[in-house]
């Protein structure tokens, strides 16, 4: 067969989030003709979706470029494409090994109206970067004493705070205990969880950290989507097009390895689909969205596999409440001493699982704006209630935090990612029980190896599918050019006098 054969291939992309995109985008340029995405929304870039708040350009999903240095490929495409600051291009930005938390100075205010000395609790800061940075050794050394990081760290805390902190005054030593249930929140959101006790202790080392001081897109995150998309021929997406079953293994009439069927009943045939669908939506419809089902082990590291809710509050203000070096501020309820990461009765007290602002910088661009985040069941509760609520909350939030009854936001704006239907949720963790060969049996095509029918009728990419770097935009990225890569590396053995190209 000859290879114009070979690039006639029919391959559908299922989903114009950045791994959707970045898998066209490699096809295309190695000389696929017959590529097409589906997408269910009217818009580009999944979780990228910048928005705006007053004047200001704001991040709705994701925010930052995590590791901005040469290992990163949305920061290498960032710069290609003109979209960064001077500062994070240098050399020094890139060299900073922040270890996936950014050195940020703090501001810490407590439930009582206080803004709280750091002497006085940088002890507990430093317990806990020491008990989080343990929870990620048990992974090489292949043992769990724990079942979760919360676990792990809530027992630990507790001896080694009746060992270290014997001779303090009490206040103190409940105000630092008080500080590490705020930590078990701010890792709530990293980690895009309802709580720590649902994260496994044994696969929390699998997640890497790249080098490099986080930094953000001037423009908005959606101008690398906007570039990326600029690139591909302009009716390759189809827009407002769900599918709502992938036919596999010949099952539909035709002679065609795979159908694709859509939501208004158009079918397309295909040689292979990659589906790109966040965890969340396959979670809730893989017992649908697959015809055969998904093999069983597949169908159980989708179960084991997390995947939650994380959400912004972003908050806009005439004059700063803040030091003006600050970059995080942090809120202490001074009723948490007993190390927890939950709300007990979330309608009442929801907003106590926000664990405080990231400040937006540089002022000179922003104005004073903050970004409040909260996780879990609490931020699910957060999206179904009306704006001024929301706002009414906050507000009573800073007052008291601050001693302040008449600070008062100008601006409110809050994400709502576990309502919305094609993402239910924000990103993925690695659950109880979890192990990197869950995440192979993510990324691994179907058939699975050994079976008679074609290969690589159904490929798997988006950012639940990277062995070490899930959750992040590179993730994404890299798992929708690995995607493609099988595809030319399979046409490529068929036909060895086309070579695979080099992956860089």
């Known amino acids: 067969m000859a290879l114009r054969q070979y690039l006639d291939s029919r391959i559908v992309i299922i989903g114009c989030g950045i791994s959707g995109i970045a898998a066209a985008q490699r096809l295309v340029k190695r000389g696929f003709c017959n590529v097409r995405i589906l997408e269910a929304t009217a818009r580009s870039g999944g979780r990228i979706k910048t928005g705006r708040l007053g004047n200001n350009i704001v991040e709705i999903g994701a925010n930052w470029i ?11 495409l960032a710069r290609q494409y003109g979209l960064l600051d001077p500062e994070a291009l240098s050399p020094e930005n890139q060299a900073i090994d922040i270890g996936g938390h950014p050195p940020w100075v703090p501001n810490w205010f407590s439930s009582s109206g206080q803004k709280l000395n750091a002497e006085n609790i940088h002890p507990a800061v430093e317990m806990f970067v020491e008990l989080l940075e343990e929870s990620m ?7 769990e004493p724990w079942p979760s990081v919360g676990d792990f760290i809530r027992a630990e805390a507790r001896q080694r705070a009746a060992e270290r902190w014997k001779d303090q005054d ?3 030593q409940a105000l630092r205990l008080c500080l590490i249930s705020n930590m078990l929140k701010v890792e709530c959101c990293v980690n895009g969880t309802n709580t720590m006790d649902q994260v496994g202790l044994g696969a929390f080392g699998l997640y890497r950290t790249l080098p490099g001081l986080d930094c953000t897109f001037p423009g908005g995150y959606e101008s690398l989507v906007k570039n990326l998309m600029s690139e591909l021929p302009s009716d390759l997406v189809t827009y407002r097009r769900p599918v709502c079953c992938v036919h596999w293994s010949g099952t539909e009439t035709g002679g065609n390895p795979v159908t694709v069927e859509c939501d208004d009943g158009e079918r397309v045939a295909a040689d292979h689909v990659i589906l ?11 017992s649908t969205l697959f015809h055969p089902p998904l093999p069983f082990h597949k169908q159980h590291s989708v179960q084991r596999m997390g995947f939650g809710t994380n959400n912004k509050i972003i908050v806009e203000f005439d004059s700063p409440w803040w030091d003006v ?40 661009r922003y104005g004073h704006v903050l970004c409040g985040w909260i996780a879990g069941h609490e931020s699910e509760y957060m999206e179904t209630l009306p ?9 009573q939030l800073i007052r008291r935090f601050t001693g302040n009854p008449t600070i008062t936001p100008r601006r409110v704006l809050r ?7 094609w993402t239910c949720g924000s990103y993925s963790y690695p659950g109880i029980g979890c192990s990197a060969q869950d995440l192979d049996n993510l990324m691994e095509p179907l058939p699975t190896k050994g079976a008679q029918s074609p290969p690589l009728q159904v490929l798997f990419a988006g950012e639940a599918t990277h062995p070490c770097y899930y959750s992040t935009v590179h993730g994404a990225l890299l798992s929708g050019w690995r995607e493609a890569d099988r595809l030319i590396s399979h046409y490529s053995s068929i036909n060895p006098a086309e070579p695979p190209r080099s992956k860089l």
């Open 276 to 286: 790109t669908v966040p965890l969340g939506y396959l979670k809730k419809h893989h």
């Open 170 to 172: 009490p206040s103190i």
């Open 415 to 421: 994400s709502q990612w576990s309502q919305d239907p």
């Open 66 to 76: 995590h590791g901005p240095s040469e290992e990163n490929p949305v920061f290498c």
């Open 325 to 364: 070096d600050c970059e995080v501020i942090y809120l202490l309820w001074e009723d948490e001493d007993n190390l927890v990461d939950q709300v007990s009765d979330i309608h009442r007290s929801w907003i106590k699982k926000l664990f405080g602002f990231t400040v937006f910088k540089p002022t000179e």
């Open 387 to 395: 704006e001024q609520d929301v706002t009414h909350s906050v507000t």
């Open 137 to 143: 050794e048990f992974q090489s050394q292949g043992r």
